[in-house]
C-alpha cells in the first residue's frame, strides 16, 4: 500500500474512533471508567498504529499517535459529560 493510502486509512480510522465508542456509549456497551481503565492499551495501540500508518520517520509516527489519542480522550471526556447528564436527569 502506498504512503498516503496508508495515511489516509489511518485518518479515516481515526476520525470514525470517536463515532464507534461514542455509539457504544450511548448503547450501554461502554462507560467513562471503562474507557479510563483502557487508557494505557489505546496508547500502545495508538503508537502501533502510527507506526504501521506513516513513514519510518520517528516524528511523523508520534504526530499520528498524538491525534488518534486525542480523538480517545475527546471521547471519554463526551463519555463523562453525558454520564453527568445522565445522573442529573435521573436525580431530577
Do not use: D
Amino acid at each position: 500500500i502506498s504512503i498516503v493510502a496508508r495515511i489516509m486509512l489511518g485518518l479515516g480510522l481515526g476520525l470514525g474512533l470517536p463515532v464507534i465508542l461514542l455509539t457504544q456509549v450511548k448503547k450501554g456497551n461502554l462507560n467513562h471508567q471503562k474507557l479510563v481503565s483502557l487508557r494505557r492499551y489505546v496508547i500502545v495501540w495508538n503508537l502501533i498504529l502510527g507506526a504501521w500508518l506513516t513513514t519510518p520517520e520517528v516524528l511523523t509516527q508520534v504526530i499520528m499517535a498524538a491525534a488518534l489519542q486525542v480523538l480517545f480522550e475527546v471521547s471519554a471526556r463526551i463519555a463523562c459529560y453525558w454520564e453527568r447528564q445522565g445522573n442529573k436527569a435521573q436525580s431530577s
